[in-house]
């Protein structure tokens, strides 16, 4: 009886561990795999009024967005949209915005290239 008790203990244990373990691979895996940068260019149809279809803004005061670091630009939607960085315009764009909207935002801008070369 106690073989048997500690035996389904045991099993117990390890059942839990490959539960956790297979929880844990599916946050890692659902992160990787959640930046989808053709959904980032439907949502970005309403930025492309000042920031460009390109990336490259109409306007002298609004920035370029075509080749900014991912990690950048999701970070600046994510100050636009808790507050802690304020434009008028940007915070009011922002604050609809999901978690994973942001991330196919950013992976989007991040993928139309630039150049950059020094002036002769
Ligand atoms: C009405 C014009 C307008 C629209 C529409 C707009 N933006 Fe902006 N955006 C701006 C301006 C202006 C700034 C600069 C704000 C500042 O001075 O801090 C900016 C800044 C940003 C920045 C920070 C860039 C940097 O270099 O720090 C990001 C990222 C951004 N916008 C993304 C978006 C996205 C994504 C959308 C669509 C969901 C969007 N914007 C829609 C005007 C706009």
């Not at 960085?85 to 915070?91: I, K």
Request: charged share 20%.
């Amino acid at each position: 009886m106690f073989l048997i008790k500690s035996d389904l203990k045991i099993a117990m244990n390890r059942y839990s561990s490959v539960l956790l373990i297979s929880a844990l691979a599916n946050v890692f895996i659902g992160q990787a795999a959640a930046a989808d940068p053709v959904n980032g260019q439907s949502l970005a149809a309403p930025c492309a009024v000042c920031h460009g279809k390109t990336g490259i803004a109409n306007e002298a005061i609004v920035p370029n967005l075509a080749g900014q670091q991912e990690m950048y630009l999701e970070k600046s939607l994510k100050d636009f949209r808790s507050g802690a960085r304020q434009d008028r315009r940007m915070s009011l764009m922002a604050q609809n915005l999901s978690d994973a909207d942001i991330k196919d935002l950013a992976a989007w801008y991040a993928s139309l290239t630039i150049e950059g070369s020094v002036p002769d």
